[in-house]
């Protein structure tokens, strides 16, 4: 146990490591939002649509700084309501949320005493999204966390020479002013976020640019963690991913708590934890003509999907400019929720099985805890009976469907494994549509 860990630089042993990140691996399932003023045009720029994710449009058609800022003097959700949000997070049994601090676009959602760029000083709105949100959260038990761009393309001293348009010095070797940034704006912001706002997540990106390198990259973790020792801070902080797939690199040490798949779950098995970030739509930040919704049914067995392979899932939505969550996001969670509601004991408190976390395409592995409690999540109707492989219930005990509590009829046979009756009345009481997960008290089997 006083074995020191490679991911994150500082004297923190495997056992302390484990304790810090606890609550956040029970928890499964967050969400994501990115907000800002790229809500306001929504994808549209001269009376034309814009390709690419909504966020980057300002990048995407290339609007001049000045100009951008329009959008963001004009930032005005009236109909913003923080409690409502929080609710909706609740609804949808999500236990955190990380909330764009700041984009790209660098313009922020609190009032940064480092910045005039921010919803205070430089939006018509005047009050603090953070601040309200945090608040909010706190009284559902939700965990606040934080997204901050490294990247900035309104900062002078942060301008890139990858992105031309925005870099004050495009000249070999990059904006020459990029550490003066980093010490006089990010790590101050840094402080304010964690200080004032009780962030449990700092989860950076932007961190692609030349101008970044690794070793700012190990200094601010070892910054953000010394300013709150708890904090868990996304591998994004450093230089270690590999590209949308979002886990390090191998070839070195790179700090970071997690890994990030981006758009993307990964297969089964990594050393370093991780969370997929995901969008409902092809989005992040609102954009009006995206209607490319993904279904209930696909997001509640990407859930399954990512448990199952022991990450977090944490799914976007791009609220609009006047402070609402869009219709179809809402609806979408509020059935992923009603899911939850019955068959959470399969997700919140679980680990992986030692040997499979799968059997074919149909059915999902998880297990409590530290207890012999198993879960087969079916993403098919299981009727009239299906065999489960990889579970051997206990001599006797009783085999459920959450959200029943009919025992269910099963035989175990060696080598092949649990076959389990589900009747018609037990599937139409259930009233079930999405997926059905068997309970098993019983053991793992290793080789079939
Ligand atoms: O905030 C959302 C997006 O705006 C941001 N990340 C999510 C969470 C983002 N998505 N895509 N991009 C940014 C585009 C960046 C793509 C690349 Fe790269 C940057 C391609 C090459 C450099 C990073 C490094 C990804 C692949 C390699």
Request: glycine content about 8%; some cysteine; proline content about 5%.
């Amino acid at each position: 146990t006083s074995e020191p860990i490679a991911v994150n630089y500082l004297e923190e042993t495997k056992k302390d490591f484990d304790t810090r990140m606890e609550w956040w691996r029970n928890a499964r399932f967050g969400m994501f939002i990115h907000w800002g003023p790229y809500a306001i045009p929504a994808g549209m720029y001269n009376g034309k649509p814009v390709d690419g994710i909504g966020e980057w449009i300002m990048n995407n058609a290339h609007i001049p700084i000045t100009e951008y800022e329009v959008y963001s003097k004009q930032f005005d959700p009236k109909k913003f309501n923080a409690d409502e949000w929080a609710m909706i997070m609740k609804e949808a049994g999500m236990k955190y949320v990380v909330i764009t601090s700041k984009h790209h676009d660098g313009f922020c959602l609190w009032d940064s005493k480092v910045s005039e760029y921010d919803i205070i000083d430089f939006s018509s709105y005047k009050k603090d999204i953070l601040k309200a949100l945090s608040t909010a959260c706190k009284k559902q038990g939700i965990k606040f966390g934080v997204y901050h761009s490294i990247m900035d393309w309104h900062h002078p001293d942060a301008q890139s020479i990858n992105y031309p348009e925005y870099n004050n010095a495009s000249k070999p070797g990059g904006n020459p002013n990029f550490p003066s940034y980093l010490e006089n704006y990010l790590k101050p912001q840094m402080k304010e976020l964690v200080d004032d706002y009780d962030v449990e997540i700092m989860w950076f990106d932007g961190e692609w640019i030349d101008e970044f390198t690794h070793d700012q990259g190990k200094e601010l973790y070892q910054y953000v963690r010394s300013l709150k020792p708890n904090i868990l801070i996304n591998n994004r902080v450093d230089k270690g991913r590999q590209g949308m797939q979002g886990m390090n690199k191998a070839d070195a040490d790179y700090a970071g708590d997690f890994g990030t798949p981006e758009q993307e779950i990964l297969e089964g098995s990594s050393t370093l934890d991780w969370e997929s970030c995901m969008t409902m739509n092809d989005t992040w930040g609102f954009k009006k003509n995206d209607h490319n919704w993904k279904s209930a049914q696909t997001l509640i067995h990407n859930l399954i999907d990512v448990t199952a392979k022991g990450g977090n899932y944490l799914l976007n939505v791009g609220p609009t400019s006047e402070g609402l969550i869009p219709g179809p996001s809402v609806e979408r969670l509020k059935a992923v929720g009603k899911w939850l509601q019955s068959n959470g004991e399969a997700i919140y408190n679980t680990e992986k099985l030692k040997n499979n976390y799968r059997q074919g395409n149909d059915i999902l592995f998880t297990k409590s805890k530290g207890k012999d409690v198993y879960y087969a999540v079916c993403l098919t109707k299981p009727k009239p009976e299906v065999t489960i492989e990889h579970l051997q219930p206990q001599e006797g005990t009783k085999v459920t469907l959450l959200g029943s509590s009919v025992p269910l009829k099963w035989t175990y046979e060696q080598g092949k494994g649990t076959t389990i009756s589900v009747s018609a009345p037990v599937l139409e009481e259930l009233n079930e549509e999405y997926a059905w997960t068997f309970k098993i008290n019983g053991n793992e089997i290793e080789n079939k």
